[in-house]
């Protein structure tokens, strides 16, 4: 708990707190319920096979409402774990979004090495605070050396506190899931088609990967940035400190008006007199 209230008062910036979360999400998310008649005994529901399958979802996050690529880990082969070559090469990959494989479809020590290669550079100058939780992979020496080798110190929640101080958590796992079940359903609407056992055709790996793309890139930094201050890992979010410097800056330079009793669209409700438009400073 220390080490979470020691970085609050590190004199950085705000994208030097970063937050990782990883979450397990449902390929299909599915209604919960329909419409029947009144009165029947038994209402049949035609769903895609396999409704309960599940992946993983890495998300990364800084301060200032900044989002890393969601890391996508799918079920790869059985004795390698890995998406074939043909596969991966059929698949187009947005730029908000990594994809990763494993015989398990979750987060594991080589992924977690991979992530970290890919997200943060070898020449980083500032300190960087990775803050996660106590998930296996994550305190795996390989990953802490290779970790403190970019210059980012990882600190951890405590354990059970995740639902207080981690700002995935506190607000963006929601609003993110969220997103991804209205992608789900907007695509459902659009494909009710049968399979020839007369199942509804379950998403592909690309319709997964398109509804993790869109659902991300509608998580907005204001949302970020507001978790982050839930979380008590920042006082305020930045945006009200850019409006603050604003009114600061505002206040010493010399206030100027231009107005006018017209306004577009404004009806009847105004006089229409062009002579009433000044144009004046207090700068005495």
Do not use: C
Not at 33 to 39: D, E, F, Y
Not at 119 to 145: G, V
Not at 163 to 175: E, F, H, K, R
Not at 241 to 267: C, H, K, M, R, Y
């Amino acid at each position: 708990m220390e080490r979470v209230e020691e970085i609050v008062g590190v004199n950085n910036t705000h994208p030097s707190r970063i937050n990782f979360d990883q979450t397990s999400v449902l390929l299909q998310n599915t209604y919960g319920k329909t419409l029947s008649p009144i009165g029947v005994k038994q209402v049949h529901v035609i769903q895609p096979p396999g409704e309960k399958e599940r992946f993983t979802v890495g998300l990364a996050v800084t301060g200032d409402g900044q989002k890393f690529p969601a890391a996508i880990v799918f079920k790869g082969g059985v004795k390698t774990g890995q998406l074939s070559a043909n596969i991966l090469g059929k698949l187009k990959i947005p730029d908000n979004v990594r994809v990763f494989s494993t015989r398990t479809a979750w987060w594991n020590s080589r992924i977690d090495h991979e992530w970290i290669k890919q997200s943060f550079e070898e020449d980083t100058q500032n300190t960087l605070y990775l803050i996660r939780d106590h998930f296996a992979a994550h305190l795996k020496f390989e990953s802490r050396e290779l970790l403190e080798s970019r210059n980012v110190d990882q600190v951890f929640i405590p354990r059970g506190m995740t639902g207080t101080y981690q700002p995935l958590d506190v607000g963006i796992n929601a609003p993110f899931k969220a997103n991804l079940k209205r992608a789900y359903h907007e695509w459902r609407k659009e494909r009710a088609e049968l399979t020839g056992k007369g199942y509804l055709r379950k998403p592909s790996r690309q319709d997964f990967i398109d509804f993790v793309s869109q659902a991300w890139a509608d998580v907005n930094p204001e949302t970020i940035e507001n978790a982050f201050v839930g979380a008590q890992i920042l006082p305020e979010p930045t945006y009200m400190i850019a409006n603050e410097q604003t009114s600061v800056e505002n206040d010493e330079a010399p206030l100027e008006f231009s107005f006018s009793s017209i306004e577009e669209n404004s009806g009847d409700e105004v006089a229409e007199d062009s002579s009433l438009e000044y144009s004046f400073s207090t700068d005495y």
